[in-house]
């Protein structure tokens, strides 16, 4: 890819200052205190259905613990395959014509990338993911459902300050 090991150190630590704020990393200590919402703002009901357990769930909740590490991983090897596409298009600018093997390598880590970027997509989200998480009181236990629209086949109706 790049012969000059000062070049790639250059595209590291750009990679990295990216991905710092993309990512939004903080120093330790740094105020991290989410905006808390009026329960007065909420309807008086909520509709809610049961979580879809299943053991594709069970495998993706194993694998939501490394979800942050995994899309750095995934936009710093996307970061890198830009410059080494720039870096092939500025060798052929260069030479002033053509060279198709200039671009061999760049497009066969994009194929690898995509793939494998595909399958962590998959392995990381839940068949509830899309769905807003709900934990509910009723009779002094708490459980977990999933927000939905009245008209679902098992939808219930709960009160709002039954839901934490």
Not at 37 to 66: E, K, R, Y
Request: glycine fraction near 4%.
């Amino acid at each position: 890819m790049l012969k000059k090991p000062g070049l790639l150190f250059s595209v590291c630590a750009l990679a990295l200052v990216i991905l710092a704020t993309v990512f939004r990393l903080q120093l330790p200590g740094a105020n991290t205190e989410s905006a808390k919402i009026a329960a007065t703002n909420v309807a008086n009901h909520l509709f809610v259905c049961p979580m879809a357990n299943s053991t594709w769930d069970s495998v993706a909740q194993g694998f939501s613990v490394l979800k942050p590490y995994i899309s750095m991983f995934v936009v710093f090897a996307v970061i890198v395959l830009l410059f080494s596409w720039g870096w092939a298009l500025y060798q052929n600018l260069l030479k002033d014509k053509f060279v198709k093997d200039a671009y061999k390598n760049p497009w066969d880590i994009t194929k690898i990338i995509f793939w494998l970027a595909v399958a962590l997509m998959i392995c990381v989200q839940t068949p509830n993911h899309f769905r807003t998480k709900v934990p509910v009181r009723s009779n002094g236990e708490t459980s977990e459902w999933v927000l939905c629209e009245q008209s679902a086949p098992d939808a219930r109706a709960v009160r709002v300050r039954n839901a934490k």
